[in-house]
């Protein structure tokens, strides 16, 4: 199978990180940036106010205060990834193309590198029923 690699720091797929921007809103109103942006203000299961006022930006990443919650880390970053794309036509696009890819995250050393790709192959099957 052919693979794509998604690493928005060397410009590879860019538009499908969960570092460029994409803003949403959740159930509460608030608005996120980046599906980044809403995954550190929530990673920890709480509420993250000094992670959540940071500037975000296209690319931007700020780790954010608490440690990530390893009992929902994966299902939220999931959640935000379907919510982002369902927002965005151009970016639902993008993922469609990726149709008959294995994704990688190739640079990513810790958890994400197979985590990361595994969503958003997930997220491509759950939007186009594949």
Do not use: C
């Not at 980046?34 to 930006?57: C, I, M, R």
């Not at 190739?106 to 759950?126: H, I, N, S, T």
């Amino acid at each position: 199978m052919k693979t794509l690699n998604i690493y928005y720091g060397t410009g590879e797929n860019a538009i499908l990180s969960n570092l460029s921007l994409r803003p949403f809103k959740d159930t509460n109103g608030l608005e996120y940036k980046s599906v980044e942006h809403a995954y550190q203000t929530w990673k920890s299961g709480t509420f993250d106010e000094l992670t959540y006022n940071k500037k975000w930006d296209n690319g931007v990443k700020h780790t954010g205060n608490y440690k990530a919650n390893k009992d929902i880390n994966r299902t939220l970053m999931y959640k935000l990834i379907l919510k982002s794309f369902n927002e965005h036509d151009y970016a639902l696009k993008a993922l469609w193309k990726t149709k008959g890819y294995e994704l990688t995250h190739v640079q990513e050393k810790g958890y994400w590198k197979k985590a990361f790709p595994e969503l958003l192959m997930k997220a491509r099957d759950e939007l186009f029923f594949l």
